[in-house]
Structures are given as structure tokens and as C-alpha cells.
């Protein structure tokens, strides 16, 4: 197991290296003139040109990309031309609402996911099978964007059931900073009504960060359980009298659910990709919307943070998926 780690935690670094590489040359060769960003728009040409030689954009783009990895080993971000402020600061004010917004809808994959995967299994070419696999396709199929839109426009604004966006209502306090996700902060702090108010502001963009995951998880746990529900033993066991909830639940998914929990790592992993595009449907302040209004101003030191941390932490997902494979699977661990 030790060999494992060391070896993906190896692999992560030089993968680490080459997303920075690729980020860093789209960044610089992209439209858009930072300095020019810098300086104000009613700054003159003399007072650009200086800019861009306090902040380096002058050098080569090789040079400045060894000078922005020196600033990453010391643990330096660097600084936004927009907000002109520590890009550390922005992340960490930042991060917190997208890991909330990215677990509560990988929570709702999940939940929905493998009990809809076993049913289309159990009732292969019913009704409610062909049901199932219709919401899969469409989960699969349709753009995150899109469905954001069409949430808001529905249950938002015709039906009035959800909020538009945000957070929290514009009189709703928020709560002492703990931990930045504002359902931990309000419960840790003994306020379930500001909780249950952020959560009903993430049901939307939750749900329309989640369809594509929940599409996915059904596919794969209907597959792995026919497959399961097919093999010998769960023969014999229907022989010997077993009950078929016994069957589905001791026999079957949990050797079913490997593959499951494998594809629920990656789609972790494209959910938090995915916030880029969900948080500017919602107005959602996470790392997404940040990116995004970076992205707009050419202001490349946010984007390159942000697409690192993404990336570590969707190899860092895989790395305990695997881990977890390797503990449930004695094949795989004996294969390290």
C-alpha cells in the first residue's frame, strides 16, 4: 500500500507539472493585455509599459514561467491584477462554497444513483428500467449550463419553489466563519435555520451539477449488477431460498459497487471542472465564478491557481478511490 502512494503521489507531481505548463503557455498566449489591466483603463502607454516591467511581463515566457514556479515552491500564488489582491486570500475565501456546492452534489448522485442502478438491474426491460436509462441518457446528454438555466427559469421563476442564486437571501446573516461552508458554520454554531436556508439555495445548482454524475453512477452500477446479478452464486442462492433483498444487498451490490465507487471518484473530480460553468449560471461565489472572472479579464495568476488546485484535487480523489479499491478488493492489493 505504501508503494502505491509513493508512486501516485510521484505520478501527481510530474502531472502537476505538465498542467502547468499547458495552463501557463494558454494563459500567455491568449488575447488580453494584463498589464494593461494593471494599470487602469486611463492609464498612459508610459505608465503600462512600467507595469509591465514591475510585474515581469515583459520576460520571455519560459523565464516567467521558472519565476512562477519559484513563487509556487514558496507557497506564493501570486497576486490578481483584477482584485488586487493575494490570490491565496481569494482561494481561501473562495474554496469553501465550491467544496460545499461539490459534496452536497455528489451526495445527491450518489443517494439517487446506485438505488436507481439496482432497480433498472432488478427490472431489466421493464417499465422502470427504460424509465431509469431514459433519465441516464438525458443526464448524460444534456449541458450543465443549459439545465441550470432551465431550473432557474422553472422551479425559480415560474413555480418560485428555489432561489435564483447566491448563497444565502439578501437579509439572511451569515454565520461566524469556521470553516467557510456556510451549512457547517451555521450548524456549528447552533443556527439549523441559516443551514437549511443555504441548502435550499445549493438544490438548484446542485442539481444541475449532479445529473451528469447521477447519469453516469446508474450506468455503471445497472451494468456491474446484471453482470453480478447473472454469476453462479446468486444462482445458488436464489436456490437456496435466499430473499431477493438479501440477494440485491449482501450478494450482489457489494461486489457491484466497486466499479461504482471508481466512477463516483472521477465524476467527483469533473464536478469540481464543472463549478466553472454552474456557479456563473447561479451567481454561486466558489472558485468556479472566480475563475471565470479571471478568465474574462485576462488576469492569468487565478487561473493557474485555480486550474492547479482543481487538478490536485481530482488526482488526489483517485488517489483515495484506489486506495479504497485496494482495501476492498484483495485482488488489487495484492497486485501493488
Known amino acids: 500500500m505504501r508503494r502505491l502512494i509513493l508512486k501516485r503521489l510521484g505520478l ?7 498542467l502547468a505548463v499547458i495552463t501557463f503557455t494558454i494563459a500567455n498566449v491568449a488575447p488580453g493585455d494584463p498589464a494593461r489591466l494593471a494599470a487602469g483603463p486611463d492609464a498612459s502607454q508610459e505608465m503600462v509599459e512600467q507595469v509591465r516591467a514591475e510585474r515581469g511581463f515583459d520576460k520571455p515566457v519560459p523565464v516567467r514561467f521558472m519565476i512562477y514556479l519559484g513563487q509556487l ?4 500564488l501570486g497576486t490578481s491584477v483584477y482584485t488586487g489582491r493575494e490570490v491565496s486570500r481569494d482561494i481561501a475565501q473562495f474554496l469553501p462554497a465550491t467544496v460545499e456546492l461539490v459534496l452536497f452534489a455528489i451526495t445527491i448522485a450518489i443517494v439517487f444513483g446506485i438505488p436507481l442502478g439496482v432497480l433498472a438491474a432488478v427490472w431489466q426491460n421493464k417499465a422502470t428500467d427504460h424509465g431509469i436509462r431514459l ?17 432557474q427559469w422553472y422551479l425559480a421563476l415560474e413555480l418560485d419553489l428555489f432561489p435564483l442564486g447566491g448563497r444565502l437571501g439578501v437579509f439572511d446573516d451569515v454565520p461566524p466563519k469556521i470553516t467557510g461552508m456556510i451549512t457547517v458554520d451555521a450548524l456549528l454554531n447552533g443556527d439549523p435555520g441559516t443551514a437549511l436556508t443555504a441548502m435550499w439555495h445549493m438544490v438548484l445548482p446542485a442539481l444541475a451539477l449532479s445529473l451528469p454524475a447521477l447519469a453516469a453512477i446508474i450506468r455503471v452500477n445497472r451494468a456491474e449488477m446484471l453482470e453480478v446479478l447473472g454469476r453462479d452464486y446468486v444462482t445458488n442462492a436464489r436456490a437456496q431460498g435466499i430473499g431477493p433483498f438479501r440477494i440485491i444487498a449482501v450478494y450482489s451490490l457489494k461486489n457491484a459497487i466497486l ?9 467527483f473530480g469533473w464536478m469540481l471542472g464543472g463549478t466553472v460553468l ?9 472558485v468556479g465564478l472566480y475563475a471565470a472572472k479571471a478568465a474574462v479579464s485576462s488576469d492569468f495568476e487565478p487561473i493557474m491557481a485555480v486550474t492547479l488546485i482543481l487538478g490536485a484535487a481530482f488526482m488526489f480523489t483517485n488517489l483515495l478511490i484506489d486506495l479504497a479499491y485496494a482495501l476492498l478488493d484483495p485482488r488489487v492489493r495484492n497486485q501493488v
Open 12 to 18: 501527481m507531481v510530474v502531472m502537476l507539472l505538465g
Open 73 to 76: 515552491a514558496r507557497g506564493d
Open 135 to 151: 433519465l441516464a441518457v438525458s443526464g448524460a446528454a444534456l449541458p450543465m449550463f443549459w439545465l441550470g438555466l432551465m431550473l
Open 259 to 267: 466499479p461504482t465507487l471508481a466512477m463516483i471518484g472521477l465524476r
Open 278 to 286: 454552474v456557479e456563473g449560471v447561479f451567481d454561486f461565489p466558489g
